[in-house]
C-alpha cells in the first residue's frame, strides 16, 4: 500500500504494508516541490508538472502495479465549516441543501471543489478540496499504476476508531483543535493573549468544546506540523 501526504510545499511518500497481521514501513520519502502549491491553485498543467517532478524523485513509484492508493491532504489544501442542517433527514435532500447553500456562500468558486460530508446530529461537517488538485491527482497516479486512490484530509487521520479524541494541530501563531465526539465535530483555534486562551474560527459550541477540553477521559493528541 502506499500513502501520500501532500502539503502546501512538499510530498512524503511511504510504502508498507502487513506482515502477521500488522503493519510494516518500508520506506518514507519527503520530497520538496519547486512552486508552492497555493501560488499555483488555478494552473492544471503546472500543478500537474509540479506532482511529477516530485514524484520522478521517489524511486517506490517504479513499482506499484495495481497497489492501493491513499492520499492524505495537509490543512492548508482544504476548506472546512459546518452547516445546520435543521430537521432534514434524508441523505439527498441534505445534500442537495449543502451544495445550495455552499455555492450562496462561496458562488461559483463550489464548482471548483469536491467534498467530504461529515454527518452529525444536527450539522454537517465538510472538507472541500480543490477539484483542480485532485483531478491532475488522479491522471497521474492512475498512470502510474495506483487504484482504488481515495482522499482525505489530514484531520481525520487522527481520528480514534476507538471511541471520542482531539488532534491539534500547530498553526505558528495559534493551535488548530478539532474535537471528534459522539455528536460530530468541533473546531476552532486557540491562541493566548496575556495569560488567557482566546478562541476563534469555532466551528460548534466553544463551550462543548471547552467542555471535551477539561475532561480528564477526552485524549487530545498533538501533531507536528507538516512541512
Same mark, same amino acid.
Given at each position: 500500500? #502506499?500513502?501520500?501526504?501532500?502539503?502546501?510545499?512538499?510530498?512524503?511518500?511511504?510504502?508498507?504494508?502487513?506482515?502477521?497481521?500488522?503493519?510494516?514501513?518500508?520506506?518514507?520519502?519527503?520530497?520538496?516541490?519547486?512552486?508552492?502549491?497555493?501560488?499555483?491553485?488555478?494552473?492544471?498543467?503546472?500543478?500537474?508538472? =509540479?506532482?511529477?517532478?516530485?514524484?520522478?524523485?521517489?524511486?517506490?513509484f517504479?513499482?506499484? %502495479?495495481?497497489?492501493? !492508493?491513499?492520499?492524505?491532504?495537509?490543512?492548508?489544501?482544504?476548506?472546512?465549516?459546518?452547516?445546520?442542517? !435543521?430537521?432534514?433527514?434524508?441523505?439527498?435532500?441534505?445534500?442537495?441543501?449543502?451544495l445550495?447553500?455552499?455555492?450562496?456562500?462561496?458562488?461559483?468558486?463550489? =464548482?471548483?471543489?469536491?467534498?467530504?460530508?461529515?454527518? $452529525?446530529?444536527?450539522?454537517?461537517?465538510?472538507?472541500?478540496?480543490?477539484?483542480i488538485?485532485?483531478? %491532475?491527482?488522479?491522471?497521474?497516479?492512475?498512470?502510474? $499504476?495506483?487504484?482504488?486512490?481515495?482522499? %482525505?484530509?489530514?484531520?481525520?487521520f487522527?481520528?480514534?476508531?476507538?471511541?471520542?479524541?482531539?488532534? #491539534?494541530? =500547530?498553526? $505558528? %501563531?495559534?493551535?488548530?483543535?478539532?474535537?471528534?465526539t459522539e455528536? !460530530?465535530?468541533?473546531?476552532?483555534?486557540?491562541?493566548?493573549t496575556?495569560?488567557?486562551?482566546?478562541?476563534?474560527?469555532?466551528?460548534?459550541?466553544?463551550?462543548?468544546?471547552?467542555?471535551?477540553?477539561?475532561?480528564?477521559?477526552?485524549?487530545?493528541?498533538?501533531?507536528?506540523?507538516?512541512?
Amino acid at each position: 500500500m #502506499l500513502n501520500l501526504i501532500i502539503t502546501d510545499s512538499s510530498l512524503y511518500c511511504s510504502q508498507w504494508d502487513y506482515q502477521d497481521n500488522k503493519p510494516v514501513l518500508f520506506s518514507l520519502v519527503k520530497v520538496n516541490f519547486h512552486s508552492a502549491l497555493s501560488s499555483i491553485r488555478s494552473e492544471p498543467d503546472e500543478i500537474q508538472n =509540479n506532482i511529477r517532478t516530485a514524484i520522478a524523485q521517489i524511486d517506490d513509484f517504479n513499482n506499484i %502495479q495495481r497497489t492501493t !492508493g491513499y492520499v492524505i491532504l495537509d490543512c492548508s489544501l482544504t476548506e472546512k465549516d459546518s452547516i445546520n442542517i !435543521g430537521e432534514l433527514s434524508n441523505k439527498n435532500e441534505i445534500e442537495k441543501f449543502f451544495l445550495w447553500t455552499l455555492k450562496k456562500r462561496w458562488g461559483k468558486q463550489v =464548482n471548483r471543489l469536491s467534498f467530504s460530508f461529515i454527518p $452529525g446530529n444536527l450539522y454537517y461537517y465538510y472538507f472541500a478540496f480543490p477539484r483542480i488538485l485532485l483531478t %491532475q491527482l488522479n491522471i497521474i497516479l492512475n498512470e502510474l $499504476g495506483l487504484v482504488n486512490v481515495s482522499y %482525505q484530509p489530514i484531520e481525520l487521520f487522527f481520528q480514534s476508531k476507538a471511541g471520542e479524541n482531539g488532534v #491539534l494541530f =500547530n498553526d $505558528g %501563531q495559534s493551535d488548530s483543535l478539532f474535537c471528534f465526539t459522539e455528536t !460530530g465535530i468541533m473546531s476552532c483555534k486557540i491562541s493566548i493573549t496575556k495569560n488567557k486562551f482566546a478562541f476563534t474560527d469555532i466551528i460548534g459550541s466553544v463551550e462543548n468544546i471547552k467542555t471535551k477540553m477539561d475532561d480528564k477521559y477526552f485524549e487530545i493528541l498533538r501533531a507536528e506540523k507538516v512541512k
